[in-house]
């Protein structure tokens, strides 16, 4: 799997609580084709699909379970975000060492903002341990 620094969500970042993830990646502003009046319209998801990764690599401690989203937005500061994914409720057994695929395969249909970036929403007890490395990947590795 070859992985882009620029296009990483998260490279390695410890989830102790409810939390965005490190890094946003910026989709680029869209322009105007010429001859038209106004700009052409994103959305990432439909077409040929764009891979995903999100993988556990320091097992979880302590919390009950853990889901993540998928959210985009039109400003870097994510004032008025959109979830356009959210994921199973990941219990603490799911979440060892080595666990993957815990997004689509691919930018789900819906992607149409500037910016994206993944939330990591903890229920129960805040862990002290767990890590998780995410981002958008030239392919995914499937064993």
């Not at 889901?67 to 799911?94: K, R, W």
């Not at 666990?99 to 007890?125: D, F």
Request: proline share 5%.
């Amino acid at each position: 799997m070859i992985m882009d620094r620029t296009l990483l969500f998260s490279d390695g970042q410890a989830i102790t609580a409810t939390a965005a993830s490190t890094n946003t990646v910026d989709l680029g502003a869209t322009g105007t084709v010429y001859g038209a009046s106004s700009p052409i319209v994103r959305d990432v998801g439909p077409g040929l699909g764009v891979p995903l990764h999100c993988g556990v690599t320091q097992s979880f401690n302590n919390l009950t379970s853990l889901t993540i989203s998928i959210e985009t937005d039109d400003n870097a500061a994510f004032s008025s975000a959109v979830t356009v994914f959210t994921s199973p409720a990941y219990t603490l057994a799911q979440l060892a060492a080595g666990a993957k695929q815990l997004l689509p395969t691919h930018i789900p249909v819906g992607t149409n903002e500037r910016y994206m970036r993944l939330k990591y929403t903890v229920a129960g007890t805040a862990p002290t341990l767990g890590k998780i490395t995410a981002g958008v990947v030239d392919g995914r590795q499937s064993a």
